[in-house]
């Protein structure tokens, strides 16, 4: 074990409190936009929302998440601030890909939906307003993020945007499953290799049918997806999904395009996390804690689309749900 | 395990003493010294973590203070355990 967890689960505890309700989510379901704010308004949302625009309650469920989650790392020291800041080093590769993403196809800022991470807000526009992917390289490195180093080695490799994201998973992956073996947290250690198994099946779907080597996108460290099944399911052999039946990945049964997966991986990679929320000393509540609020997050801006584009219900309402 | 250890091998040679000089009185003497030591021992590895978590909540809410005072004084019970029965032992003194 790390060290003491102590006080930052008491924390966690504490702020779980302020989780949305299953209730919240149902009721949403059906308001209109005025209304669905009224509702926010009276969450713990409320306090940032400044506005009656789209653009508004982005920006309110972003600092919030950032003020519930952003901080966490910042409340303790030593090992256990490492272990949690593993948490949402995670998140940043996260904003990145986004950004990276976001600029490629030439959508704006405000349409990027960053996650909480070890980063400042303030610091994504300015990643964003860079030139180029070299340029949001120099500035991650003025903030000293290791994600610079990474970003400018994926680069000298490949100017391709799926690949650079592959790349960039890849070199982040091992870098951290490296660091990770030597805090001694089993429940980190053991998410942490879950979600590289889901990374890995992530970028199988995604560069399936491209002239992509297995060994320069595979990432090492995971438990149930090795280079042999990646290897299958990048040439588009769907019965690896099946084969994972006894494993944590057994819902991904059945699924053959990425948007179902994405949407499975993430209620797996919610349910395993939660399964780790038992022991008080250890990393496993803030692990819950964090994936819980990013879900959250996640369905907020789901719903709050759904009521300002005015969609029907039946529409979002398999995608806020996760069995 | 290295605090336990160092009580262990304090409580030893003292025994170590007492046998040496002044026969029962000394051990009773020594048990009594353990019985409040190890209470207290005990004590201060459960405060420590329940003060933690404590100043936690209370950080998120202070409304927490009382739950996590009472919660916080809790384990002097066993101090309180360990002072009776060092008073037990020196009535027969």
Not at chain 1, 103 to 119: M, N, Q, Y
Not at chain 1, 230 to 259: C, H, I, N, Q, W
Not at chain 2, 26 to 38: E, F, N, R, S, T
Request: aromatic letters at 8%; charged letters at 25%; proline letters at 4%.
């Amino acid at each position: 074990m790390v060290e003491d967890f102590a006080y930052l689960n008491a924390r966690v505890q504490a702020r779980r409190g302020t989780l949305l309700k299953e209730a919240f989510f149902q009721e949403a379901l059906d308001l209109s936009f005025p209304d669905f704010l009224r509702l926010l308004s009276e969450s713990v949302y409320g306090g940032e929302l400044s506005g009656q625009g789209l653009p508004e309650v982005d920006r309110a469920i972003g600092r919030t998440q950032a003020r519930l989650v952003g901080d966490l790392p910042r409340l303790v020291a030593g090992g256990v601030r490492e272990a949690v800041s593993f948490l949402l080093l995670r998140n940043d590769l996260y904003n990145l890909q986004a950004i990276l993403r976001a600029k490629a196809t030439g959508r704006s800022f405000e349409e990027v939906l960053l996650l909480p991470g070890t980063l400042k807000e303030a610091l994504w526009p300015q990643v964003f307003a860079a030139a180029d992917a070299a340029g949001m390289a120099q500035v991650l490195a003025v903030a000293g993020h290791p994600l610079a180093r990474v970003l400018r080695s994926v680069l000298r490799e490949t100017q391709d945007l799926a690949r650079v994201e592959a790349l960039l998973a890849k070199r982040f992956f091992e870098e951290v499953a490296k660091a990770a073996r030597s805090l001694e947290e089993p429940v980190l250690r053991n998410h942490l290799a879950l979600e590289v198994d889901a990374e890995n099946l992530r970028t199988a779907f995604k560069l399936q049918g491209e002239d992509a080597s297995v060994e320069s996108v595979f990432i090492r460290g995971g438990r149930f997806v090795d280079r042999v099944r990646f290897a299958r399911l990048l040439e588009g052999d769907y019965a690896v999904l099946d084969e994972l039946a006894g494993t944590p990945f057994a819902p991904l049964s059945g699924v053959r395009e990425l948007r179902a997966l994405e949407k499975r991986l993430r209620c797996v990679l919610l349910a395993e996390a939660r399964k780790g929320a038992v022991d008080p000393q250890g990393a496993g509540p803030v692990l819950a804690y964090v994936k819980e609020r990013e879900w959250e997050a996640m369905r907020l801006r789901l719903l709050v689309r759904r009521a300002y584009f005015g969609l029907p219900r039946a529409q979002v309402e398999e995608e806020v749900r996760c069995p | 395990m290295k605090k336990l250890l160092v009580v262990l091998v304090l409580a030893f040679g003292a025994l170590a003493f007492a046998q040496d000089g002044s026969g029962d009185r000394g051990l009773i003497a020594v048990g009594a010294g353990l019985a409040i030591g190890l209470a207290a021992l005990g004590t201060g590895l459960a405060q420590a973590r329940i003060g933690a978590a404590g100043l936690g909540a209370i950080a998120e809410d202070r409304a927490n203070f009382g739950p996590a005072l009472i919660f916080l004084l809790l384990p002097e019970t066993l101090v309180i355990f360990g002072l009776l029965i060092a008073f037990l032992l020196n009535a027969k003194v």
